[in-house]
């Protein structure tokens, strides 16, 4: 499975993007990480296949929605209000089977998007 995100850009402080990621195949357990300048690569938001359980960091709750649409092979995140401290690569990953639960580790995933740059100036 191949993944493609997209929607990345730069914004002001308080706006809003929303990032995709465009699965080539069947998806499992999905999530977006971003990882900053310097600093190691972090979870920001886990969704189940279904969409009925999710996962968010403290860092972006209230302020960033993550949803999926497996009709399409496509995985949302939704960011609003953003901050300088969400300047970051965006990458969405995906499971290649089914889990129990959802995680935020990293090493649950197996598929990897290119990454997509976000840049929230102040």
């Known amino acids: 499975v191949q993944l493609q995100a997209s929607g990345g850009g730069f914004v002001q402080a308080g706006g809003s993007l929303r990032l995709s990621c465009a699965a080539s195949?069947?998806?499992?357990?999905m999530g977006w990480f971003r990882q900053a300048p310097g600093k190691e690569r972090e979870s920001v938001a886990v969704?189940?296949?279904?969409?009925?359980?999710?996962y968010y960091a403290d860092s972006v709750k209230g302020r960033f929605t993550i949803s999926r649409d497996n009709g399409e092979n496509t995985m949302y995140l939704q960011m609003n209000s953003l901050k300088p401290e969400d300047t970051a690569v965006y990458y969405c990953?995906?499971?290649?089977?089914?889990?129990?639960?959802?995680?935020?580790?990293?090493?649950?995933?197996?598929?990897w998007g290119q990454g997509t740059l976000v840049t929230v100036s102040s």
């Open positions: 990953a995906s499971s290649k089977k089914v889990v129990a639960g959802i995680s935020p580790d990293e090493y649950a995933y197996d598929y």
């Open positions: 195949g069947r998806t499992f357990m």
């Open positions: 969704i189940s296949r279904s969409g009925g359980s999710t």
